[in-house]
């Protein structure tokens, strides 16, 4: 978004709305620092500022000033909890609400796998809130064309565009110089540990059996204590924990897979195994607000752990139709999701006049 924004020619300010609830010793200076280095203006808490809290938001605020074009809001936990300290502070900026992905969605879908009554609930108070900022916004950012189709049900009177994210297409290693499968995901991210702990419980067994010279290789910052145990009982189970350059990794694997059973918005391991010419295979949940070919949903996606193990196997054994996939993904990725129709979608949107408003 900030890449696309300067590329724009915009004069960027951000507000990193955590920081302020952090003490000095909790909080990292290192995003910051990228971003100053390319022109944009970083309003975090000095060293010496322990957890200032709304009043050094505020004192931010006041510091950007009131004569801006437009402010963007992320999460509606974090700048959508503060839509109208920001309202307030920039009266006649067009608000534009970046949902990251539609939070309601992915709370709703975790209770409902759970069974969790007071998680429902929760859901549904998040639900509200989101709505409400979706609402009262001038615009919405949507990274899901799902979740476009989804608001435009909910709440056809708002204005939503879809903002497909960006991934640079590599030109990847050949199958036959390839081996192992892979996961990608930050642990921090409640899915992701569902994910694989459904697959190393459900898939794993009967995979390993299938092909056992396959390693499957776990990446993420903040493994969990299980995970590692079991690598430890597992010699076959590689937890890699966060790399700094997924490239190196992904120019070994032969597979990825996305087994999510929940979540919302697009996936980016998705997008960043596919634009590595590294086919993924996932759930339909991992799937969705994808623009996918009938012939890539058919090679690549599935949802019971037989036809999940069934299609890591094919891939995994099959040159020809290994190829036919990352064929699909670098297609997909130079129509949807180059860096290119991020800028356009973001133009429009910015180009929005909020006549009536």
């Known amino acids: ?86 309202r307030a502070a920039f009266p006649a900026a067009r608000m534009i609400f970046y949902t990251c992905d539609l939070h309601f969605l992915r709370e709703e879908r975790a209770a409902r796998l759970s069974g969790d009554a007071a998680a429902l609930k929760a859901a549904g108070v998040t639900r509200d809130n989101e709505l409400g900022v979706i609402r009262r916004a001038d615009g919405t950012l949507v990274v899901s064309s799902y979740e476009k189709d989804l608001l435009r049900q ?36 409640r899915p992701n540990e569902d994910a694989v702990c459904y697959f190393l419980d459900h898939v794993w067994p009967d995979l390993s059996a299938k092909v056992p010279e396959c390693k499957f290789l776990i990446v993420g910052a903040g493994s969990p204590d299980w995970l590692i145990e079991r690598a430890q009982d597992d010699a076959r189970l590689v937890v890699l924990g966060h790399v700094p350059d997924l490239t190196d990794v992904l120019k070994t694997l032969r597979v990825t897979v996305a087994p999510l059973r929940y979540g919302a918005g697009t996936k980016g391991k998705v997008l960043t195994s596919l634009s590595h010419g590294v086919p993924c295979v996932m759930t339909s949940v991992a799937a969705e607000g994808f623009d996918f070919g009938s012939q890539l949903r058919e090679l690549a996606v599935a949802d019971l752990p037989q036809d999940m193990a069934n299609a890591i196997v ?41 006549a009536g408003r």
Not at 34 to 63: E, K, N
Not at 69 to 76: G, L, M
Not at 335 to 340: A, D, G, V, W
């Open 314 to 354: 094919a891939l995994y054994t099959q040159a020809s139709r290994w190829e036919t996939v990352v064929g699909h993904g670098r297609d997909l990725i130079l129509q949807n999701h180059t860096p290119e129709k991020l800028d356009a979608a973001l133009a429009q949107l910015l180009r929005l006049d909020a």
């Open 154 to 189: 909910e709440l056809p009177e708002a204005h939503v565009v879809h903002l497909a994210f960006p991934r640079p297409s590599a030109e990847g290693v050949r199958w036959e110089d390839r081996k192992n499968i892979g996961f990608i995901g930050n642990f921090g991210h």
């Open 1 to 86: 978004m900030i890449h696309s924004l300067l590329r724009l020619g915009c004069r960027v300010s951000f507000l990193a709305l955590g920081e302020y609830f952090l003490s000095s010793e909790q909080r990292d200076a290192s995003a910051a620092a990228v971003y100053r280095s390319l022109g944009v203006r970083c309003l975090t808490p000095g060293h010496d500022a322990v957890s200032p809290g709304w009043d050094g938001i505020d004192d931010a605020l006041r510091q950007i000033g009131p004569d801006i074009d437009t402010c963007i809001p992320c999460r509606v936990c974090c700048g959508g909890a503060a839509y109208d300290r920001l």
